[in-house]
């Protein structure tokens, strides 16, 4: 009886628990949909001050899988994006295709997703991910707020 048991508990339980976790990555990628605004960045060498973040907009439009970048009013690149929230710090996965380019570039960064505000932690496209939230020569800490949605600005505008 114990046998079938631990049978049934590795038959029926291990698709549950890999069910389980897509869908605990399906409430991230679905809670990251929307347009999100980088209000400040440090680390990497990457100086850009307020005003300027406010005088041309930039950051990422995610939705259904696809992910764009924006500059001003400008699309930048667009691909995908992926989320690993089972993994902690969390992890994702971002792969754009500037114009006229045939290889995307992925981005690995760590992120935290609090409502309205998401905190990315990456190196460089092509580099590895870091390990833990630090900004430092050669890793940036990204902070982007979401854009409020009206109805003629759809949240995943």
């Not at 009886?1 to 991230?28: H, N, W, Y």
């Not at 907009?57 to 001003?72: D, L």
């Not at 699309?75 to 993994?87: C, H, L, M, Q």
């Amino acid at each position: 009886m114990r046998l079938l048991v631990t049978f049934l508990v590795c038959v029926i339980g291990s698709p549950l628990t890999a069910l389980a976790t897509e869908q605990g990555a399906d409430k991230d990628q679905e809670a990251l949909e929307g347009k999100w605004v980088l209000t400040s960045v440090e680390g990497a060498g990457i100086m850009l001050s307020e005003s300027e973040l406010k005088r041309l907009p930039r950051g990422f439009i995610f939705e259904n899988g696809t992910a764009k970048s924006f500059h001003g009013d400008a699309i930048r690149a667009e691909g995908t994006y992926k989320t690993d929230p089972k993994t902690m710090p969390k992890q994702l996965d971002i792969t754009l295709m500037p114009p006229g380019t045939s290889e995307g570039e992925t981005v690995l960064a760590l992120y935290k997703l609090n409502r309205e505000r998401l905190t990315l932690c990456n190196r460089l496209p092509g580099k590895e991910r870091p390990a833990e939230f630090a900004a430092n020569e050669t890793t940036m800490i990204a902070v982007y707020v979401r854009e409020p949605s009206t109805d003629e600005n759809p949240r995943s505008n």
